[in-house]
């Protein structure tokens, strides 16, 4: 299996920037406020009663997946997560504290960083980003054997 994983930069096209300036113009800069709470209310109103969609449709389920790796906004969204979601908080690595809030690139690098070491065997990782503007993606991916090499600060 050689097949790449192609990363891209954050992209703000659409209402993101719309969202953005909502945010500084009405002065709600934090990880909560009325566009949080529409996500929320969103994504709960689509998933219904199932929180555990994304797995089902990958064919697993929670207790299947080795790893979640959330974006690293903040600690307390992820655990915030871990708590509704009901997730075990040891499968759940992070990075924030090394790096702060590194945007689009927290993902790889909570893998990197987190669980360079642990990615022996098969492993079947929930990788999860989001962002302002309501921008969210969420895949399950398997890793076979998975090669990490160690970080390289600049």
């Not at 954050?10 to 920037?17: C, I, S, T």
């Not at 906004?73 to 997730?87: E, R």
Request: some cysteine.
């Amino acid at each position: 299996m050689n097949k790449k994983i192609w990363l891209s930069l954050a992209h703000m096209g659409g209402h993101e920037q719309d969202f953005i300036k909502e945010a500084f113009d009405t002065n709600w800069v934090v990880p909560l406020g009325p566009n949080v709470n529409a996500f929320e209310a969103g994504l709960s109103a689509y998933l219904g009663e199932n929180r555990h969609v994304v797995a089902l449709s990958a064919g697993t389920d929670k207790e299947a997946l080795d790893f979640y790796v959330f974006h690293q906004a903040n600690n307390f969204i992820n655990s915030y997560l871990a708590k509704k979601l009901k997730l075990d908080a040891k499968k759940i690595p992070s990075c924030v504290e090394k790096f702060g809030n590194t945007s689009s690139v927290s993902v790889p690098l909570t893998i990197a960083s987190e669980l360079r070491e642990r990615m022996c065997g098969e492993r079947k990782l929930l990788l999860s980003a989001f962002g302002v503007g309501m921008t969210w993606a969420t895949a399950v991916v398997p890793f076979v054997d998975c090669k990490v090499s160690e970080l390289v600060e600049v």
